[in-house]
Every structure is written in structure tokens, then in C-alpha cells.
């Protein structure tokens, strides 16, 4: 099957429809759902014109799973949800709507039930502000993956009560917080208490 230029992903892609975007880079555009099954379900589209994943080039591939598992961490941070679903659905038989390869990221959460898929448009408002505490997650997450790789040791926290060192010699204190924002008894790096 050839694809088609004219889907709604290709359009926004182009400009031409509007979308609540999260983030975007040369090879993928992350943006809200309209029709979101949970609060915060996002979207990752590739920019490769591909109708499944079996037309997507192994780099594009890999760069949507890159960006999902960002979005996907951002996502769990900031709505606060214990799960997370991923989903990428591939022909009509299967259930695509849109013919052009994306990636769902529904925050979960017990005993709340999935909304049909593409059943009904939420508020634009709810959708915006999902969004924004989505992409304040995501930012909060790059300067501390930044921070990190300069060595600034002060961007992880560890759960030592008493001074320790760390690996760049520096004392400190501090509690361990984990990537998905839980409280955890390990620390990030190697931290030895002062002796």
C-alpha cells in the first residue's frame, strides 16, 4: 500500500493542522492526543513518511523509541502515574486510525478504566495543561541528564544522612530520588560515607 501525504499526522508534520506539541527533533514530533484514552496520552510521530512500522527505516525506528521512552518518563513524572502503556498499532485490521507510524503513551493509573480509543475530543484547556506539566518533566529531567554529564555531582541526590563523597571527591548530604520520582534507599552514583 502506498502512503498517504494526506493524513492528518503528515499534515500536522507540514503545518498545516494545528497540535499541542511536547517536543519535536529532526526525526520525531511528540504532541498531546486529542482524543486521549487516559489523561496526559501522548503521541510520537515519526517524520519518515511510513504507514506501519515495517515501511519505517531502522534509524527512524530507533529514534521513535528514543523519544517515546523520553516522553513516556515525562509523563510518569508528572502526572504521577504507577504505569504507563505504550502501544503502536500497525493496519486497519489492528485498529490504526491514522495511517502513519506513531507511538501512544497513556499514563495509567488503578482502577481507572481506558477510554475507548478515538471515541471522543477532550477539553483543549485539560489538554494544554497536560502538556505543560508533560514538558516541565521533560525539561527538569534534561538539565539534570545535563548536569550529570558535566560531572556536577550536586544533580544526584543520594540518600546518605551523614556526609559523603562522591565520585569528584565532594561532601554533601542529600536523599535519592529514582527516575520515577519514588524515594529509594540506593543511590544513584557510588557515594562512600566520609570517613
Not at 515495517?54 to 521513535?64: H, Y
Not at 498499532?89 to 475507548?116: D, T
Amino acid at each position: 500500500m502506498s502512503y498517504d501525504p494526506q493524513n492528518v499526522f503528515a499534515r500536522i508534520l507540514r503545518g498545516e493542522l494545528p497540535c499541542t506539541k511536547i517536543c519535536e527533533d529532526r526525526a520525531t514530533l511528540a504532541i498531546m492526543d486529542i482524543m486521549p484514552q487516559a489523561d496526559g496520552h501522548s503521541l510520537v510521530i515519526t517524520r519518515e513518511p511510513a504507514e506501519t512500522i515495517f515501511d519505517l527505516s531502522p534509524e527512524a525506528a530507533a529514534a521513535c523509541i528514543v523519544t517515546t521512552q523520553r516522553i513516556a518518563r515525562a509523563a510518569q513524572k508528572a502526572l504521577r502515574a504507577p504505569g504507563i502503556l505504550i502501544s503502536q498499532i500497525n493496519g486497519s485490521a489492528a485498529g490504526q486510525s491514522v495511517p502513519h507510524v506513531h507511538f501512544h503513551i497513556i499514563p495509567r493509573w488503578p482502577g481507572v478504566p481506558l477510554k475507548r480509543h478515538g471515541s471522543e475530543r477532550a477539553d483543549p484547556s485539560r489538554i494544554e495543561e497536560y502538556a505543560r506539566r508533560i514538558i516541565a518533566a521533560l525539561q527538569r529531567i534534561q538539565k539534570t541528564e545535563d548536569r550529570r554529564q558535566k560531572g556536577d555531582l550536586s544533580a544526584v541526590n543520594c540518600p546518605l544522612s551523614t556526609p559523603f563523597v562522591g565520585l569528584a571527591g565532594r561532601i554533601g548530604r542529600g536523599t535519592c530520588e529514582r527516575e520515577d520520582g519514588q524515594r529509594s534507599g540506593m543511590p544513584r552514583v557510588n557515594c562512600l560515607r566520609k570517613a
